[in-house]
């Protein structure tokens, strides 16, 4: 151990969508102690994205085994998981084998399917706050018992990740799902925050299969010695990404909002208690039920790809060598040259919600050169967060006042300017820009009393830098103009 002075601390498991890092948050404001594992990303046909659940559960073990190893046993109170949402797993609870691969939430394998169940989207925004999008896990189970002949029995579970983690950890003694990810799946009702019965026959999926919906701050069960961690030790904090990230940024109140800038963006705006209606272009979602049955909602605007699009321009394209070359890169050069970069990799989520758009590059002349590409690949992240927005702003009625931002991209400060005179906004980037595991460790630590209330969960957030929007928007509004016409232009070109 490099510290031997006592004081409690939280373990985050944040299982994202390329890898998975368990992060010791500590009550005394020391310095983190994290590890990290990356695991395999397959693309087994176009428009297909899949992981091996089994190399993601031994991602999670090794990182947070190092983790214990380091703080200390003793020091850990409770452990929280905060995960990719959408990704469904099939499983063997007798066996603990999966059924093949993980369908990632980026994949598109079932939007024809989406297509079928048109005339039911009414009862989908009703029940579930969501569209019908291959995003979400309801048509991803239906495919795997369709498509892989897995049979239905006493021992079969679907799940997402976070349901997947907590069996494991638990040695198969917990099979449950926190309330956030349950939103996700199409199946539950967001309003009574059950399996709605009505939903699972209409996607074939056995409701016995799924796990128990438990709140996203409460003790759920013991980790166990036989998984290969150390045991005994509560997971009592379970919350997908963007809500994380939400609780993390302390957008506790109504009107409060942040922006994750991940492999995609998600701009998440609390809505408070009340579940409102279906909003055009939108997503309604709960984002956390506490210990004492507290639930707040969330209006929600999720962008597919976002940060995945400097993975592609490093793997893919090879016009960048690393991740951080980004930034500098796109400061190189004042503009674009009239380049627009639309990064419908996996088709376009809010406010399109068009599975079938396709990634479009315009206005590339002779003089088009790396750095106007990568720029454009910055703006675009600035752009569609306006779309997200401006929709919120139309639904709600009221303007916003702030966005608070984390994620990878965030440390560009070019991208904060960009957000800040797209939105018109103060962009305010926190010091902790690690949200989303720092929210897993705040729900499972109020639960477990290291944070006494939200209050003291509030005081853990503090400011890196604002970023203030320029007085004339004429630029800022041009700008936007152009990539609404490329938007148009990528749309409906896989159908």
């Known amino acids: 151990m490099t510290d031997s002075s006592p004081g409690p601390c939280v373990i985050a498991i944040d299982a994202g969508t390329t890898g998975v890092r368990s992060r010791a948050v500590f009550t005394d404001e020391r310095p983190t102690v994290a590890a990290y594992r990356e695991f395999t990303q397959h693309y ?35 452990i ?60 991803k189970y239906e495919w795997l018992l369709r498509e892989r002949d897995i049979p239905v029995d006493e021992d079969l579970a679907l799940g997402t990740i976070d349901a997947w983690l907590i069996w494991n950890l638990t040695g198969g003694a917990v099979f449950a799902t926190d309330v956030t990810n349950a939103s996700r ?11 709605d019965p009505e939903l699972c026959e209409l996607l074939h999926v056995p409701i016995e299969a799924l796990p128990e919906i438990v709140p996203s701050s409460g003790r759920i069960g013991l980790t166990s010695e036989a998984c290969g961690v150390p045991g005994d030790i509560a ?3 379970v919350a997908g990404d963007q809500q994380a990230a ?18 995609g963006s998600f701009v998440l705006l609390n809505v408070g208690e009340d579940c409102p209606d279906p909003t055009e272009g939108l997503l309604t979602t709960v984002a956390w039920t506490l210990a004492d049955g507290t639930t707040h909602y969330a209006l929600e605007g999720s962008i597919f790809v976002t940060g995945a699009a400097i993975q592609w321009l490093r793997d893919e394209l090879d016009i960048i060598d690393d991740a951080a070359e980004t930034g500098p890169l796109a400061e190189s050069v004042t503009d674009t040259g009239g380049v627009c970069f639309v990064p419908a990799l996996t088709g376009l989520g809010s406010p399109w919600w ?25 703006e675009s992240m600035a752009y569609q967060t306006r779309d997200v927005v ?21 440390v560009m400060n070019l991208l904060c300017r960009l957000q800040a005179d797209q939105l018109g906004v103060d962009v305010l980037r926190p010091a902790d820009q690690e949200t989303t595991a720092l929210g897993a460790a705040l729900l499972a630590g109020l639960a477990e009393g290291v944070w006494p209330d939200t209050d003291a969960v509030a005081a853990q957030w503090r400011l890196d830098e604002a970023f203030v929007p320029a007085a004339d928007r004429t630029a800022a509004d041009a700008g936007h103009a152009q990539w609404l016409r490329a938007v148009e232009r990528s749309r409906g070109w896989a159908r």
């Open 185 to 195: 799946t199409m199946l539950c009702d967001i309003r009574t925050r059950t399996w």
């Open 354 to 378: 068009d599975a079938y758009a396709r990634g479009t590059i315009v206005g590339i002349t002779r003089g088009t050169g790396r750095a106007e590409i990568v720029r454009a690949t910055v």
């Open 44 to 78: 087994p046909r176009p428009g297909w994205v899949e992981h091996d659940a089994a190399e993601i559960w031994d991602a999670a073990a090794a990182t947070l085994n190092e983790v214990i190893d380091e703080v200390g046993r003793d020091r850990v109170a409770a």
């Open 390 to 410: 401006d929709a919120m702003v139309a639904a709600s009625g009221t303007a916003l006042q702030e966005l608070r931002v984390d994620g990878g991209a965030s």
């Open 80 to 139: 929280g998981i905060t995960n990719q949402r959408e990704t469904a797993v099939a499983w063997n609870r007798a066996t603990g084998t999966p059924y093949g691969n993980a369908i990632v939430w980026q994949d598109r394998r079932t939007a024809e399917r989406c297509d079928e169940l048109a005339p039911h989207l009414d009862l989908v925004r009703e029940r579930t706050g969501l569209v019908l999008d291959p995003y979400f896990s309801g048509t």
């Open 235 to 237: 997971i009592s904090g």
């Open 246 to 263: 939400l609780f993390g940024q302390a957008c506790l109140e109504p009107g409060m909002a942040k922006n994750t800038y991940g492999t």
